[in-house]
Structures are given as structure tokens and as C-alpha cells.
């Protein structure tokens, strides 16, 4: 399994496509004017407090007020509010919190009103941006995350993430770590920390403190609200977050960038550091890696399979909802049950992959191809649960009900992403738009590789004129990509008759394929 990073940038706009063997299964988005990313810490002030949803509504200088429920203050927030009162103040310039008298926990089940009042200064972090119409969701449990650990001030304790299976290495770490954390804070240990030396832990620990150092410097006579701690740049913290051994390669087509990213992974990862590489080929980097076509075949309504099955995304304001389709196919050789455990298991795959590539949040119901055998559903269920593994959102999966039914519910900490796969219209002005040509030409390539299997001694193609010339400029063409593949050319007729989504295979009588 090679992993690769592929970051294209512009003006304001720096994009990041994650490939896995070639496959794209995430994109992630670094927008200049996005001031309220995942992580980011303000000083701002309480603007309202609402007993009656036991939540805080905050000024942290978006459109729309922060909002602060009881159950994300955190049990240390009467220590952090008299820390932050003492240091704006310039009553305490001891950040280290050695010394400093942790107050009284707050009551786990307590009223807001208690806790909090108007016009209160408090430290709050993002954990959600803001989506549609609401404001970003904030917190006062603050951590920093770094590479190996996460460090989170107001605490003692130290946890470990449980994908590290091996309790002897579980105990290494825990008493490494205990050994070299200062007291006030607690630490989480990230799976990445496996196998690694205390040094490289201490490494990553000190760069924590001294980015909470920098941050309380910034409260004293701070304006209210003000970003006291950023998020690293997106390609940093995109590779803190993802970045492992499997990792083949890393390609950047902006210069600047590319130092910056070549330095972070030679601080992280020393080895590694010859895999990154500056693009500066004439042809756009998406397109060159085949990224800007998966991009335009993997978004939309429908999404097309192996073997002809395809997906049917849509939403709603409650929920997403996901049909699962055979299409046309058959196979005399498999029973009816076997034939829908091959196209469960197959899309299962690749709803994996789209809850990620679309960052999809929320209820994600599926609509599986009913099942009779107990043991199928189970290992649809154990599949689907295991292509999900690797996805970095919390999310929880529900097994089949004996409709096929299958529930998913994932962390929603940004907005979806909904790209654009539809075009306007050649034949209409103002009119309705149409599929992409590439959308088209997948289709096309993939009831050609059925035809094909027939052998066939002669191929014609009629299409629309535009889908016949997308089909055959350039060199290689998609049509010469078709015959090196499956030494078979492909005659290409162009039809004015045709609508634009509209095509047909014809043997060498003339008589039509279907």
C-alpha cells in the first residue's frame, strides 16, 4: 500500500489530494480567509448565557456567535478561568503551571449559570467550523496536538490511543512519557508515538510547551476576541495527522510551499525527506496524477462501480442517504444472495472512501442489496467496518437490519465538500446543466470493457460531437489509451443527431451493441 500527497496551490487557495495506490480517497482545503479552523484557541468573551440549553453563546469575532455548551466546558474550567483572569491581568507570568493552585472540579452535572457569566473572558477552542447557517462549535477542554502526543494544560493525567494493541508497549509509553511531563499538564499519546525514544517524545513535548508559552503571552491586556494560538499550516498539520511509513511520495507544485513542507517531514521524519518533491511540469499537477478525473467521476449523484453497480447519494437536512444498485449486470454463474454479497461488498468499499473524500458528517443511512443469509450481513458488516478503519473522524457503525439497512454516523467537524461535476449546457443558453464529459467517457469505457470480454473482431462508436472530440484529441487520446490497454482500436463516429449523454457500440455489420 503507497500512500502519496499531492498539493496544488494558487494565489489563495492551496489544495491537497491524498492517494492511496493511485486511488484518491481524500481532498482537503487551505483557504487563505479561513480564520476559524479545528484547533485554533481564542480570548474572547461571553456574549450570552442561556440556562434554558444549558450553553454560552460567545464573541470570537465570527458572523455568528460561538456556541458553548456546559458539557464542553471541561471539568478544570474554574482553574483556567482564575488562570486567565490572573495572567491578562499581569498578575501571574509564570506560565508552567507548577506552582499554580488548581481550583475545585466543576460539577459534571451542574447549570451553565453557575459556571459562567456575561461578559466573562475565557479561552475557548474550536471544534467544529462553522457549517450553513451556524457558528463554529468552541470548547474550554483545551489541548495541543503535536506529532506523538497531545498535550492538554489543567491536567494530571496520561492516556494512550487504543489502536497501539501491545500492553507492554502501552506501559513503555505511559511511564516514558510520565517521566518527562511537567506537572499541571496531561498528555495523550497518538498511535504514531509506537516504537518511538523518549528523546523524540521529549522532542515533541518541549514544542508543545513552548507554543502554550507563546499563547499566554498573548493574553496579557489581549483584545477581546483575538486568535492566541493558530493551527500549524494546513500541509503541516495535514502530515502531523497522517503521515506514516507507507508514505511513498510527496509532491508540491509551489515552491515556497515545498520548503516548508520538505522542512517539516525532515523535523518528523529525517528518512523520509527524499520523497518530497517540487513539480514544475507544464501540465497541472492534478491533471498529471489523474486527479482532477477522479475528482470529476467521484462527486455527484451517482457513482459509478466495478462491474456496473453504482452508488445514489443524496441529502437531506437530517440525514445522507446512500442506495446501493447492481445496474444492469448478471452473471448466470452466481446465485441471486452471492451476486448481492459481491455488490454489497464492493460498495461498501467505496462508501468508505466517499464519507471521506466528501468529509460526509452526520446520519448516513445505506440502503444495502437485501441479504437472506445471516452470515453475509455479518460479513458485510465486519467489511465495511474494516475499510473504515483507517478514517481519522470518530464514527460508529450499526449492523444490517434484515432490509439491508445499514447506519453510520460520523464526526461532522466541517462543512461537506460538494464539488461541482455538471457543466453547462452547449445546446441551451441559461439552461440546465449537463454531466462532464469525463463523467460520460466512464460510463462509455466501462460498457466497453464489457463488449470487449464478447470479442468482438470490429468496434464503432457513435457519439456526440463533443464527447466524440474529447475522446479522441491530444496524444496519448482516451481512444489510444483504450487500445494499449485492450489491443482493440475503437472507430469513433461523431453524430449531430445524438443528445449530449447519448452514445452506442456497433459491431462491424452495423447491427448495435447492447
Not at 474554574?78 to 499581569?90: Q, Y
Not at 460539577?107 to 467544529?128: E, F, R, Y
Not at 473482431?457 to 460531437?465: R, V
Not at 482500436?489 to 452514445?503: C, F, G, H, Q, S
Amino acid at each position: 500500500m503507497n500512500k502519496e500527497l499531492i498539493v496544488r496551490s494558487s494565489s489563495d487557495i492551496v489544495d491537497f489530494a491524498l492517494l492511496k495506490d493511485g486511488k484518491l480517497i481524500e481532498l482537503h482545503k487551505d483557504e487563505e480567509d479561513n480564520n476559524f479552523a479545528v484547533g485554533d484557541i481564542f480570548i474572547a468573551k461571553i456574549r450570552k448565557v442561556i440556562p434554558g440549553l444549558n450553553a454560552a453563546f460567545v464573541n470570537v469575532g465570527y458572523e455568528k456567535d460561538g456556541f458553548l455548551h456546559y458539557h464542553d466546558l471541561g471539568p478544570k474550567l474554574p482553574s483556567l478561568l482564575k488562570f486567565i483572569k490572573r495572567v491578562s491581568t499581569g498578575k501571574l507570568r509564570d506560565y508552567s503551571l507548577k506552582d499554580f493552585p488548581f481550583e475545585k472540579d466543576l460539577d459534571k452535572n451542574g447549570s451553565i449559570a453557575n459556571a459562567l457569566k456575561s461578559n466573562q473572558s475565557i479561552l475557548v477552542q474550536v471544534v467544529k467550523e462553522p457549517i450553513s447557517t451556524k457558528g463554529p462549535r468552541i470548547s474550554s477542554e483545551l489541548s495541543i496536538a503535536g506529532r506523538y502526543i497531545v498535550l492538554v494544560p489543567f491536567s494530571n493525567r496520561i492516556s494512550i490511543s487504543q489502536k497501539i494493541e501491545s500492553q507492554e508497549e502501552k506501559d513503555r509509553l505511559k511511564r516514558l512519557v510520565k517521566s518527562i511531563t511537567p506537572k499541571g499538564f496531561g498528555v495523550i499519546i497518538r498511535t504514531v508515538a509506537e516504537g518511538k525514544k523518549v528523546a523524540e517524545l521529549d522532542s515533541d513535548l518541549q514544542n508543545l510547551l513552548t507554543r502554550w508559552t507563546a499563547m499566554c503571552k498573548k493574553l496579557y491586556k489581549a483584545h477581546h476576541p483575538t486568535k492566541v494560538l493558530g493551527e500549524m499550516n494546513k500541509a503541516s498539520s495535514i502530515l502531523r495527522d497522517i503521515f506514516n511509513d507507507s508514505f511513498s511520495g510527496i509532491v508540491v507544485d509551489d515552491e515556497e510551499l515545498y520548503i516548508q513542507v520538505k522542512d517539516y517531514v525532515q523535523k518528523i521524519a529525517p528518512k523520509k525527506e527524499s520523497i518530497v518533491k517540487y513539480y514544475k511540469n507544464g501540465i497541472p499537477v492534478f491533471e498529471k496524477y489523474g486527479i482532477e478525473r477522479q475528482i470529476k467521476t467521484s462527486f455527484g449523484k451517482t457513482v459509478s462501480m466495478a462491474k456496473g453497480a453504482y452508488l445514489v447519494i443524496e441529502h437531506t437536512e437530517a440525514m445522507h442517504v446512500i442506495d446501493v444498485n447492481s445496474g444492469n449486470r448478471s452473471n448466470k454463474e452466481k446465485s441471486q444472495e452471492d451476486t448481492a454479497l459481491e455488490v454489497n461488498l464492493i460498495s461498501a468499499t467505496e462508501i468508505a472512501r466517499q464519507l471521506r473524500l466528501r468529509d460526509m458528517g452526520g446520519i448516513i443511512v445505506v440502503d444495502f442489496i437485501d441479504m437472506g443469509r445471516a452470515e453475509n450481513r455479518k460479513k458485510l458488516y465486519n467489511h465495511l467496518r474494516e475499510e473504515m478503519k483507517d478514517d481519522k473522524a470518530k464514527h460508529k457503525i450499526l449492523p444490517p437490519s434484515k432490509f439491508g439497512l445499514v447506519q453510520i454516523t460520523r464526526q461532522r467537524v466541517r462543512p461537506e465538500r460538494n464539488i461541482k461535476t455538471k457543466e453547462e449546457n452547449p445546446n441551451l443558453v441559461g439552461g440546465d446543466e449537463i454531466e462532464a464529459p469525463i463523467k460520460v467517457v466512464q460510463r462509455i469505457k466501462q460498457d466497453l470493457e464489457r463488449i470487449i470480454k464478447k470479442d468482438y473482431k470490429k468496434i464503432t462508436l457513435n457519439a456526440h460531437p463533443f464527447i466524440a472530440a474529447f475522446l479522441t484529441k491530444g496524444y496519448p487520446s482516451v481512444r489510444t489509451k483504450w487500445f494499449f490497454e485492450h489491443k482493440k482500436w475503437v472507430k469513433i463516429i461523431p453524430r449531430d443527431a445524438y443528445t449530449y449523454l447519448e452514445y452506442h457500440f456497433f459491431d462491424k455489420d452495423g447491427n448495435k451493441i447492447n
